[in-house]
Structure formats: C-alpha cells, structure tokens
C-alpha cells in the first residue's frame, strides 16, 4: 500500500510538470512582450543614451514590430549617433522592409557620417546575403 501510494504522487508529479513548463513558458513570453514595449517606449525618449540603447537592444532581439518606429527615428532623429545605432538595428532585423531602409539612409540621409555607415551596414547585408565582396553600382556612384 506504501509503494502504491508513493507511485502514484509520482504519477501525479510527472503529470502536472507539462503544465507548470507552460505556466513558465508563458510568464517568460509576458515577460518578453512588456520588455519590448520598454524598448519601443525608450525609442520616444528626449535622452539620446536611452534611446540609443533602446534601438541596439531592438535590433539585438531583432523586434520586427520596432521596424517602424525605427524607421521613423532613422528618418527623424537630428541626432547622428543616434540615427547611427538606429540603422544598426534595423539592419540586425534583417527583414526587406528594414533593410530596404538601411539603404535609403545610405542614399538620402544629410549627414556624410549617418550616410557612409548605412551604406556600410547595407553593403555587409549584401555580401552576407549573396556572398560578393563588391559594392552594388547603384549605392556606389551615390556617395
């Protein structure tokens, strides 16, 4: 009768520790979600170290949902460092959309500093992508 109680809280163990992974599985996610809205919030702040930061973490989790918003920053921030680290990001994220922007603040931003690092985040995409150490003609004749 001792064994017969003993296997079966055991069994009663074994059983319950799937829904305890889930229960943790599913704090981590809240936890994730409310960190990347930290994230996404700092993007908003008046402090450029924290919205520096905020852009390198985004594009170090690569937060496809920050895409925007840094695209908005890439395109309005006066600050270069900023604009800088924003174009970091957005090309760790690695998507089309994200890159394509890369790309476009390679051509277009004023700033030679913002502008050459772009295209270098931008030219590092392409030879990781296609596996070619050579610049693109179109980006090239543009600086």
Not at 40 to 45: D, P, V
Not at 96 to 122: C, T, W
């Amino acid at each position: 009768m001792k064994g017969f109680v003993y296997l079966l809280a055991i069994l009663i163990i074994l059983i319950s520790l799937p829904g305890l992974a889930r229960e943790g599985n599913k704090k981590a996610g809240d936890n994730h979600q409310n960190t990347v809205l930290s994230l996404i919030e700092g993007l908003q702040s008046n402090n450029t170290g924290l919205k520096t930061s905020s852009a390198y973490m985004l594009g170090e989790l690569k937060v496809t949902e920050a895409i925007i918003p840094l695209m908005k920053m890439l395109r309005n921030c006066k600050c270069e460092e900023v604009r800088i680290a924003t174009a970091l990001a957005l090309y760790k994220i690695g998507t089309p959309l994200s890159i394509h922007a890369v790309k476009q603040a390679g051509i277009f931003d004023e700033s030679k500093r913002v502008s050459r690092m772009a295209s270098n985040f931008y030219f590092d995409y392409l030879r990781n992508k296609k596996g070619k150490n050579e610049a693109p003609d179109s980006l090239a004749n543009a600086e």
